[in-house]
Each structure stands twice: as structure tokens, then as C-alpha cells.
């Protein structure tokens, strides 16, 4: 009955994002949730992917080569870059965002999300964001900074303006080694 995070996340994006939309995958890493976006929003879709490390871009963009998926724009940056890329593919609206933080799996540990990019990110993600789209971030907390980001988070998504913004957390509270959860802010 209850969706696990991950999949959870996913379904956020498939009620709210259509074909046709430009979308954001702010921490490619391997690549999974790139594929995703890139084949929920279609051939007429893109998506827009940044990870500042050149392993995860390059398993990105081989993951997306294999499965034949070709509207994405994989960046080797900083997600806190985003707007820049916006104005180089002139994007003027986005029908969602998803990120992954912490550190990828199988990878330098001590390469993480930070709270000051992570939420610079965002900031400039909700302008763009249309309404009634998300913004979803799998927060990840049990790693060395991860608490510190997941404060940061909560700290600034608590204080977004209720009458245009809805922000929901949801995971599991009786699961060992600090499980991840969601946040998804919703442009109202
Ligand atoms: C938990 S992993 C993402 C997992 C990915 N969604 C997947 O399905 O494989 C987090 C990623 O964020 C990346 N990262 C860290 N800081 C970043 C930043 N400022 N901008 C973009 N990516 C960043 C890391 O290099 C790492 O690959």
C-alpha cells in the first residue's frame, strides 16, 4: 500500500508532469531518474540534468545512448547554475524538478549535495516551476553533512510563502539508519 520513497518520487512527477514539458534531474548520478524524466516527457519533452561529477555524466549519458532516449541535456556543473543553462536553451518554464542528495552510491563518498548550492538550486527552480508542478528532493541525511542539509532544508522549505507554495514531507519514521524521505514543493 505504501509507496516506498523512490517510487514514490516518481509517481509525484507522473501525475504533474506532461509530454512536451522541460524538467530538471538537478543530480544525474547514474543516470536513472535522467531516463525517467526523459521518456515521461516525451521526444517533444526535455530534460536538463547536472551532476559536477565526469563519471556520473559520463554514465548518464551512456545510460540514456542505450535506451535510445535523446532530449536530454547532460551538464558536468552545479545544479546552483541552473539559471544560466535556462537562458543558453531558452527555457521559460519548467513542469517539475527531482533531485537525489547526498553521495552516489558506489562512488567518492565525500563528493555530496550541499546546503548552500542545493538551496540556491531550488530558489531559482521554483520561479520557473509552472503551477501546480513540483519540485521533489529525495533527502538523503545519514551520511557525514547530511544532517546539516537536511536541517538547512527544512529550515528554508518551512519558510516558503503558504498562500503560493505547498510543502510536503513524506517517509518512513520506524526504519533503522536514518532512511531517506521526501520533500516536494508544489507552486500553488
Ligand atoms: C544521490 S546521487 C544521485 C543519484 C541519481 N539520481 C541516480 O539515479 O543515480 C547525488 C549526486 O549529486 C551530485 N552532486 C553533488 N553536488 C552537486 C551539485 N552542486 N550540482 C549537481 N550535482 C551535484 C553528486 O556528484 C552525485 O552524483
Redesign the pocket.
Known amino acids: 500500500m505504501l509507496k516506498r520513497v523512490i517510487s514514490y518520487a516518481h509517481e509525484l512527477m507522473e501525475t504533474t508532469v506532461n509530454p512536451g514539458e522541460t524538467v530538471v ?10 531516463l525517467f524524466l526523459g521518456k515521461l516527457v516525451g521526444q517533444t519533452g526535455h530534460v536538463v540534468g ?4 565526469a563519471d ?1 555524466i559520463a ?2 549519458k551512456a545510460l540514456l545512448e542505450q535506451e535510445e532516449v535523446k532530449n536530454a541535456h547532460v551538464i558536468h ?4 547554475h541552473v539559471e544560466h543553462y535556462f537562458k543558453k536553451y531558452k527555457v521559460e518554464s519548467i513542469g517539475g524538478a ?8 558506489g ?2 563518498k565525500s ?4 546546503p548552500t ?2 538551496i540556491q ?1 531550488i530558489d531559482t527552480l521554483v520561479a520557473y516551476l509552472k503551477k501546480g508542478g513540483l519540485i521533489v528532493l ?1 533527502v ?1 541525511h545519514g551520511h557525514p553533512g547530511g544532517d546539516t542539509e537536511r536541517d538547512a532544508l527544512f529550515n528554508h522549505l518551512s519558510k516558503l510563502e503558504q498562500r503560493q507554495f505547498n510543502v510536503l514531507q513524506y517517509g518512513f519514521i520506524n526504519q533503522k539508519n536514518s532512511p531517506p524521505f521526501i520533500l516536494a514543493i508544489e507552486k500553488k
Do not use: M, R, W
Open positions: 534531474d538537478g543530480t544525474c548520478g547514474n543516470g536513472k531518474d535522467t547536472f551532476d559536477i561529477q556520473a554514465n548518464t556543473d552545479g545544479h546552483e527531482i533531485f537525489n542528495l547526498g553521495y552516489l552510491p562512488s567518492d563528493v555530496i549535495t550541499t548550492t542545493t538550486a529525495v538523503y
